[in-house]
């Protein structure tokens, strides 16, 4: 089971995350990507490797279960993406 954050104050002091990044593009779709914690990216990195922001969190959850990392953080300061948005896996 994958634990979902939404303040990195929450994140325990040495513990593995990946962070769903959320942003909005150029042309004002919500996009998002995810990395390891802290990993810097620029502007033109961003949009190239991100993914409606949906798509990128199912991706997201994939990612954590396969690298056996517990807790996914949604790194969303403009508040984009709110969990009544967040979509439901089907196994």
């Known amino acids: 089971m994958i634990r979902i954050i939404e303040h990195r104050e929450d994140i ?10 959320v942003f909005k593009t150029r042309g004002g779709e919500r996009h998002a990507y995810v990395v390891p914690i802290d990993m810097t990216l620029d502007h033109a ?18 990612l954590c279960e396969r ?9 969303d300061p ?5 969990p009544q948005d967040w979509p439901v896996r089907t196994l």
């Not at 325990?12 to 990044?21: A, C, I, Q, T, Y």
């Not at 690298?67 to 790194?75: C, E, F």
């Not at 403009?78 to 709110?82: A, K, R, T």
């Open 12 to 21: 325990s002091p040495g513990e593995d995350v990946f962070e769903l990044r």
């Open 45 to 62: 990195m961003m949009e190239e490797i991100s993914k409606p922001v949906a798509r990128a969190f199912l991706d997201a959850l994939t």
């Open 67 to 75: 690298a056996q990392i517990a807790t996914l953080w949604i790194h």
């Open 78 to 82: 403009l508040y984009l993406f709110p």
